[in-house]
């Protein structure tokens, strides 16, 4: 079990006798780790002959100079392209905390940091179409029900692909009307 069992329930992490495991995935050195050997691999796929657990000073030493250098390089590109071009005046923003201090969304959160008014979960809308006739039917599939078969409520079919019989004399009359007028 990956998730919090307890999440929903106003208990703290530290009083439940089991919270998931998700938290070690993201927690104490395991990212650091995944971060090495993700450097250790492209370093061997480069042509550098390091081994994350054979040499792991090796690898250590290699991912903070090839840092410190990308770090100095990205900067400098950067340096040179204000300096060529300017526009120094765009990269002033307020801090982010003030941006997002204002927002429409209203939300209520209780003490226990769970949400109790607003920003309510999105509704998953359904994969299938809703209210869509087909055949001329004037009801959904499934609107009717006799004797253990599904059918139409408009002509009482059970037929999925049937062409709906029920005669709309009205609908006619006014056709005919129409077509007179046009006459
Ligand atoms: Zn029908």
């Known amino acids: 079990m990956r998730e919090n069992p307890y999440k929903d329930t106003s208990k703290e ?38 081994h994350l657990l054979a040499e792991p000073t ?23 392209i204000l300096e060529r071009y300017g526009g120094k005046e765009h990269l002033r ?9 204002q927002t429409e969304q209203y939300a209520e959160y209780s003490r226990t940091g769970k949400i109790i008014k607003g920003a309510d979960k999105a509704v998953i809308s359904s994969r299938y179409e809703e209210d869509i006739y087909f055949n001329n039917h004037q009801s959904v599939w499934g609107s009717y029900w ?25 609908d006619i009359e006014e056709g005919k009307k129409q077509v007179l007028r046009w006459l």
């Open 93 to 101: 923003f307020p801090p982010k905390a003030l941006l997002l201090a």
């Open 58 to 80: 090796k690898a250590e030493k290699l991912k903070v100079a090839y840092v410190g250098k990308k770090e100095d390089i990205k900067s400098s590109i950067q340096e040179n």
């Open 146 to 170: 006799k004797d253990g078969q599904w059918g139409f409520r408009c002509c009482h079919l059970t037929l999925r692909n049937s062409y709906c019989t029920v005669e709309r004399s009205k």
């Open 13 to 50: 992490a530290e009083q439940v006798d089991y919270a998931g495991e998700n938290f070690i995935r993201f927690s104490g050195d395991t990212s650091k780790h995944a971060q090495a050997q993700m450097f250790a691999w492209e370093a061997q796929h480069a042509g550098v002959d390091v």
